[in-house]
């Protein structure tokens, strides 16, 4: 048995449909002629910059998830020109995560997990707060095959993607595969020492300059059939790479 860990909001949820749907209901309802996609790359590629500004220090206080998705909702409106005070941009970075339920799974997600879960221990390493992650359709699903204990956010190990940190203390803690789209994830994973598996997902590729899984899935019905030969289903465990 592996602990297999899967990325939140690429590998296993499709986050930009989830989030354009809602950025869509925002825009229209302040009268924007502004289109939902537009305004969830936007918003996502300012989130994930400071998520990666955050500092690396024990002695930093913490930023909630929460305060990053506020902090670059406020930097696409104002870059974008859009009439938006404090009170709206809370308003609406409130209505954003509340959409959160409404965010879809990949269509192979609540097929496969379920058989991954009978041979391996499934858990999350994700860029999220515990609460924001209990209102995604992933925390049921993985409530019903796991323990709490495998879902890993960077509220428990105060540490943000792509950070060395994260991606450390998860190997220490006991994670043996990490499942990543991204190749932001993909590099973090593979320098942390832990067996990569990446999935192939609409709009996730990996950086031809930068460290290569060792192993791909075009979904995650053939992630146990990846994992087998490998040592991982069957008698013992192989090293980490």
């Not at 965010?103 to 991954?116: E, F, K, N, R």
């Not at 992933?138 to 105060?158: F, I, Y």
């Not at 999935?199 to 059939?225: C, I, N, S």
Request: aromatic share 8%; net charge negative; hydrophobic share 45%.
């Amino acid at each position: 048995m592996a602990w297999v860990t899967f990325d939140l909001f690429s590998a296993l949820i499709d986050a930009r449909s989830g989030g354009a749907a809602a950025f869509g209901a925002i825009a229209a309802g302040h009268g924007w002629d502004v289109a939902g996609t537009d305004l969830y790359d936007d918003w996502d590629a300012r989130n994930k910059a400071s998520q990666k500004d955050t500092p690396d220090d024990d002695g930093a206080p913490w930023v909630p998830f929460a305060e990053h998705c506020w902090r670059a909702l406020a930097a696409s409106y104002a870059a974008r020109g859009l009439d938006a005070d404090a009170a709206t941009v809370a308003a609406d970075t409130a209505a954003l995560l509340g959409s959160l339920p409404d965010w879809p799974l990949w269509p192979d997600v609540a097929t496969a997990l379920p058989v991954i879960a009978r041979q391996h221990r499934v858990g999350v390493l994700s860029n999220v707060d515990d609460d924001l992650f209990a209102r995604t359709r992933v925390a049921a699903l993985v409530a019903g095959l796991s323990d709490p204990d495998a879902v890993l956010t960077s509220e428990r190990l105060r540490a943000y993607k792509p950070h060395p940190r994260l991606y450390r203390r998860a190997a220490d803690a006991g994670v043996d595969v990490h499942v990543p789209a991204s190749a932001r994830d993909t590099r973090g994973a593979l320098e942390a020492g832990l067996v990569v598996v990446r999935v192939r997902r609409p709009g996730h590729r990996v950086d031809p300059a930068g460290p290569q899984p060792q192993h791909e899935v075009a979904d995650l019905t053939e992630l146990t059939d990846v994992l087998a030969p490998l040592g991982w289903g069957t008698a013992g465990n192989p090293p980490r790479a």
